[in-house]
């Protein structure tokens, strides 16, 4: 199968993505991969496989590169006879954060009918903005962690008791994020998230919570991975999880009973079905007091949350083949012919 993989974008996570991307070369062993690079000033770039690595992109070289054009039916390069087509089976999308999560991409894809792996334009745009996806889940009946909001411009005052965790609402990675521990650290937490974003979601920083991530998809049957307890310390920050981004090999599943697992994996297919029908996604959860509660959704997760299948590669060929399809539209002009035809009579 021929793989094209997007990454890169005009995103806070841009070098998160340029990792993701490398390291699907280690675990697609039997696909063929078609690399295109979209620069920060959202250019695409085809870039050579054989020889694809992060110093190509930190020192401009991928420039270099034969730049693309996106137009019906796929990407385009430039040739002695006009434009040809870089051919491939389909489009996986790993571009982290904005552009690849927030539904440009998406759009794009469907727009110009080129086959894609992502979340589609309304589940990218809940799963983008963490106050979305939590008015999501408890449409859904999925219970979330309990939060405040605030904006850029609102008074810099919160009701819930400390220690609090403030996240920036569009933005994955750990980046902005801070624990307060005490009323006079909030406004100092505030500026870091605001640098990056205008909304901020605030919630209970729980000490040693136990925490569970699930991905999964759905192609012509579920196809769930292991349920992971990751083991971390307070919260991974970039760097940490810059590193947790380049996994290519399996981790070991949770001991947990199976109720527990059950309780799990029935609360990931209330948020997946039917929303992200044609995307791999990781639901993270904690658990409290014994209750199942959604911590956020990765519409895109690091390296496409690879190391919690058996057969990553098989299952992202059996979505391939089970791709959600738009409803084709048929425009006969009925409606404007029977216009013309009435003032004609006039």
Known sequence: ??????????????????????????????????YIFVSPDRAFYLVDTAKINSKLFSSGEYKKGKQ????????????????KTVSFDGVLNLIHGRDGEDGKISSMMEFFNIPFISPRMEASALSYNKLYTKFLAESLGVKTVAYEYLSKNDKRKIVMDYPVIIKPVRLGSSIGVSIVKEPSELDYALDIAFEFDTDVIIEPFIEGVKEFNLAGCYTNNWELSIVEEPQKEAFLDFEKKYMDFSRDSQVLAADIDDSLKQNIQENFKKIYEPLFLGSIIRCDFFVVDGEVLLNEINPIPGS???????????????????????????IDYQYIHSIQSAKGKA
């Not at 693309?68 to 434009?83: A, C, E, N, P, R």
């Open 68 to 83: 693309l054009t996106l137009k019906q039916g796929g990407f385009f390069v430039d040739s002695m006879f006009g434009l």
């Open 304 to 330: 496409m949350a690879n190391y919690l299948f058996n057969d990553f590669e098989g299952m992202l060929e059996r979505l391939f083949k089970n791709l959600p399809k738009e409803q084709k539209i048929s």
């Open 1 to 34: 199968m021929n793989i094209a993989i997007l990454f890169g974008g005009s995103s806070f996570e841009h070098e998160i993505s340029i990792v993701s991307a490398i390291t699907m070369k280690k675990v697609l062993k039997k696909t063929n991969i078609i």
